[in-house]
């Protein structure tokens, strides 16, 4: 079992950058990839970024890439996103996410086991 607590939303202008924050608990955490989804209103939940249990491969939409960059500490049981030149387009709640196995797919929603409550995260123009 796994529990997810997201942090660091908030409001910030277009341009500025901001740190999300997933902190995880339970033993395995070690043994799950971790991905962040966002969802704006009235949208699904979009990919946004994913790393691998050691840390070494990182996925990226192609919305994002370039601009955030996503990490884990996993002395800490924690996932990063650091997000930067933020846009009014980014404006969704992010969540973060875990999941393993064979069947992980890292843009796939479906393939991870367990989710955090989110956290909102507001850019204006």
């Known amino acids: 079992q796994v529990q997810l607590v997201e942090s660091g939303g908030g409001l910030v202008q277009a341009g500025g950058s901001l740190r999300l924050s997933c902190a995880a608990s339970?033993?395995?955490?070690?043994?799950?990839?971790m991905g962040w989804f966002r969802q704006a209103p009235g949208k699904e939940r979009e990919f946004v970024a994913a790393v691998r249990w050691s840390g070494d491969s990182t996925y990226y939409a192609d919305s994002v890439k370039g601009r955030f960059t996503i990490s884990r500490d996993n002395a800490k049981n924690t996932v990063y996103l650091q997000m930067n030149s933020l846009k009014p387009e980014d404006t969704a709640v992010y969540y973060c996410?875990?999941?393993?196995?064979?069947?992980?797919?890292?843009?796939?929603?479906?393939?991870?086991?367990?989710w955090g409550q989110g956290t909102q995260v507001t850019v204006s123009s």
């Open positions: 996410a875990a999941g393993r196995g064979f069947f992980w797919v890292a843009g796939n929603p479906g393939t991870y086991d367990y």
């Open positions: 339970g033993r395995t955490f070690t043994s799950y990839a």
